[in-house]
């Protein structure tokens, strides 16, 4: 049963930085793709980065680009995201999720989430 569990979330004022971790269990995740999504009030979920379990190949969204950092850690099975310039507009519930999944920026792509964090950004 995979199991994940984010932490790191916070308030933070613009520019600031902030660092998620998505502690993953109950797999190997080998062929994994371990993903992050974010979801604000009143909108849909929304791809933010993901990465490959075993590559460690990156994708981003192009509102994060430049700003935000997908990573993992292997020997903890561990993923981070690493956000700076943090900006209002990326207040939300992060969530993180992994699947064996072609469909990398797509949330319909992953079956295993976690509870989600809240990272909220003051003006």
């Known amino acids: 049963q995979v199991q994940l569990v984010e932490s790191g979330g916070g308030l933070v004022q613009a520019g600031g930085s902030l660092r998620l971790s998505c502690a993953a269990s109950?797999?190997?995740?080998?062929?994994?793709?371990m993903g992050w999504f974010r979801q604000a009030p009143g909108k849909e979920r929304e791809f933010v980065a993901a990465?490959?379990?075993?590559?460690?190949?990156?994708y981003y969204a192009d509102s994060v680009k430049g700003r935000f950092t997908i990573s993992r850690d292997n020997g903890k099975n561990t993923v981070y995201l690493q956000m700076n310039s943090l900006k209002p507009e990326d207040t939300a519930v992060y969530y993180c999720?992994?699947?064996?999944?072609?469909?990398?920026?797509?949330?319909?792509?992953?079956?295993?989430w976690g509870q989600g964090t809240q990272v909220t950004v003051s003006s």
């Open positions: 999720a992994a699947d064996r999944t072609s469909t990398i920026m797509m949330y319909t792509g992953y079956a295993y």
């Open positions: 109950g797999s190997t995740f080998v062929g994994y793709a």
């Open positions: 990465i490959r379990w075993s590559g460690g190949r990156t």
